[in-house]
């Protein structure tokens, strides 16, 4: 009886992390395939990327995204091993939302299409050389990710957009009274990244993007590497 009962155990434990390891694989399959998508329709313009396709992590940044141009990877994160606030933020969102969404559910459109997108343009900045300063080299990801799914999938685009206008809606601004936000992101940027205050200024840029005109298509966001159109 004994025996049945370890042996039932190990087998629950062996089945587990094989479900968990194809998890993370079919994670990796998945965002392989969107990297290649995007880079696959900029090869499409002409361009021979100058950088190597980046190996993606699933090592939970604190940002929930990072491009390291240093090593050139991405970094992004996993669910079932996201720390307790990380899933906190992502579930916070899905309550709110209602219509059945979930927190994980929220978690996939939000790190693994639209900030996994953000983070592959900042890697063809990278490849085009674009320096700015932090904040309209994050606006300039922005500009593009925009383009992206506008151009690929305008319902999701605007159902991002619409997360991003409700951030605005009801958080405060973190900027203090008198100091334009954007000097206020470039002075702060090494202690900015995740947490309240950089979600606000993704939403920010993200929103103004949206109101430019003309709005960018992926063509020209490529060609300009985030830089506005004027
Ligand atoms: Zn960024």
């Known amino acids: 009886m004994k025996k049945v009962v370890r042996t039932f155990l190990i087998l629950m434990i062996a089945g587990t992390t094989v479900q968990a390891q194809q998890s993370k694989d079919s994670v990796l399959t998945k965002l392989i395939t969107l990297r290649d998508d995007y880079v696959g329709k900029i090869k499409a313009m002409g361009y021979k990327p100058g950088l190597k396709l980046p190996p993606i992590l699933l090592d939970n940044p604190r940002s929930f995204g990072n491009y390291d141009d240093s090593l050139n990877v991405i970094h992004t994160c996993y669910w079932p091993t996201l720390p307790p606030e990380g899933r906190a933020v992502f579930n916070n969102f899905a309550e709110h939302m209602g219509n059945g969404m979930t927190g994980e559910k929220f978690f996939d459109l939000a790190v693994y299409q639209w900030i996994f997108i953000h983070e592959l343009s900042h890697w063809w900045q990278a490849c085009q050389n674009f320096k700015s300063d932090p904040y309209e080299t994050e606006k300039g990801a922005n500009r593009i990710a925009s383009a992206y799914w506008n151009d690929r999938d305008p319902q999701f685009y605007k159902f991002m957009l619409g997360v991003f206008q ?22 702060n940027y090494q202690k900015l990244p ?34 506005p159109l004027k």
């Open 194 to 227: 995740g947490g309240d205050a950089y979600t606000w200024y993704q939403s920010i840029m993200i929103v103004e993007v949206s109101k430019e005109n003309p709005f960018e298509t992926f063509k020209q966001a490529i060609q300009l590497a985030g830089k």
């Open 166 to 187: 409700g951030v605005l809606d009801h958080r405060p601004s973190p900027v203090p009274p008198g100091v334009p936000k954007e000097k206020y992101l470039d002075d």
